[in-house]
């Protein structure tokens, strides 16, 4: 699961920094800084993946990333794309961890089995 989080996250990242590329032009300083406070943000969440906490922030962000839209228009679509990749990096990496976990046990009982 912190995998497909991570690389989501990435992608993100660098997405967040194109679009403040774009907003450069035309925006105000106060959006550009938000911009980089996102990305910053976005850094901070792939490496807080271990715990609770920073699927939670991930999960806010990816709020944060479709908001940004109202600056940087192709955000809209992007957030929603992005948003949709970060549900099915959770619910694929629940299902992945859950089989390996299965793995696991079966591997541990079939071992305690022989010996």
């Known amino acids: 699961m912190k995998v497909l989080g991570t690389a989501v996250l990435s992608m993100e990242i660098m997405v967040m920094g194109f679009a403040v590329l774009l907003a450069s032009k035309n925006e105000s300083s106060v959006l550009l ?16 993946l271990r715990r609770r906490s920073g699927w939670i922030l991930g999960s806010l962000l990816q709020i944060a990333l479709i908001t940004y839209g109202f600056v940087v228009t192709p955000l809209f679509f992007l957030g929603v794309l992005f948003g949709g990749l970060w549900v099915a990096a959770i619910v694929v990496g629940r299902k992945g961890e859950a089989a390996r976990a299965a793995l696991l046990k079966a ?5 305690h089995l022989t010996d």
Do not use: D
């Open 33 to 48: 800084i938000l911009g980089g406070v996102i990305a910053l943000l976005l850094i901070f969440a792939a490496g807080m």
């Open 107 to 111: 591997g541990e009982t079939k071992g």
